[in-house]
């Protein structure tokens, strides 16, 4: 293959559903340049309630899918994907980059907070790349894990009812109101379409991590390293597939949601 074609190749991002595109208008901004291929499975949503082999059944069906879109890396801009499947992936497509969010907690650490509460599914928290991670930052920082069921299930079903979110996030948090947290982790791509909420649930100034520019960086710099870096000047396009045809137009939607 020519350089030039190799390099115009576009990246794939997917998640269980909606979530990822969050994540998706980050690299894009991020990555003005390149060109991406979303794809959800709204179809199998939630993941999070699902085994680890499931997640990865799902995820390795989704690496297919992009294999035969020719895709020069992908990004899984689903936490719960990444704890129960990269490992795998990775080993299985060793010619294929693929890379993958994870909670927060780096750079919350790195922001010198010292009591975090960490929002995630069920299955992301009980993976032991979780909890790895939780153990080495526990011997300095105080982190609470806070599996959150229901929350990403209500953003996947298109955030129709104020009520029901207050009403979800008050029995997820209200046991929390007196501690003192620093900042919030945001360990699934669905809740930073809730962010305003779960802000609102703490004090005013409570730091919300996302771990976005986490995985741009991370995806800007495995280009570079590859060459693999678009050289076009102008904008790239951004484009949605889905296990569930009806939820294209609630991705698009909510690309255009700032
Ligand atoms: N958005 C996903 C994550 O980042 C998973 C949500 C779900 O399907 O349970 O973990």
Redesign the pocket.
């Known amino acids: 293959m020519q350089k030039t074609e190799e390099i115009s190749r576009p990246i794939g991002v997917f998640?269980?559903?909606v979530?990822?595109v969050s994540t998706l208008r980050k690299l894009h901004e991020m990555l003005p340049n390149e060109d991406f291929l979303f794809y959800g499975d709204s179809k199998n949503?939630?993941?999070?309630?699902k085994s680890q082999e499931d997640v990865y059944l799902l995820s390795k069906d989704i690496v297919e899918y992009f294999k035969q879109k020719d895709v020069k890396a992908i990004v899984i801009?689903?936490?719960?994907?990444t704890s129960a499947a990269k490992e795998r992936l990775t080993k299985e497509y060793p010619e294929l980059p693929i890379i993958g969010?994870e909670p927060a907690l780096k750079e919350a650490g790195d922001n010198n907070e010292q009591n975090i509460l960490v929002m995630?599914?069920k299955?992301?928290m009980k993976l032991p790349k979780y909890q790895k991670m939780v153990n080495e930052y526990s011997d300095t920082r105080h982190i609470i894990s806070l599996p959150s069921p229901g929350l990403?299930?209500y953003i996947?079903s298109g955030m129709h009812d104020d009520e029901a979110l207050k009403g979800l996030l008050q029995n997820l948090l209200a046991s929390y109101a007196n501690v003192p947290f620093d900042g919030v982790v945001l360990?699934?791509?669905?809740y930073p379409f809730v962010a305003e909420a779960i802000q609102s649930c703490f004090r005013s100034n409570i730091a919300i991590h996302t771990g976005y520019e986490g995985v741009a960086n991370r995806l800007k710099k495995l280009l570079a390293g590859l060459g693999l870096s678009s050289n076009r000047r102008d904008e790239g396009s951004v484009s949605f597939d889905s296990s569930s045809h009806d939820s294209i137009q609630y991705y698009e939607k909510m690309f255009q949601t700032r």
């Open positions: 998640d269980s559903g979530g990822g949503a939630p993941y999070g309630s801009a689903c936490n719960t994907a969010i995630g599914t299955l992301t990403a299930e996947e360990g699934c791509t669905h």
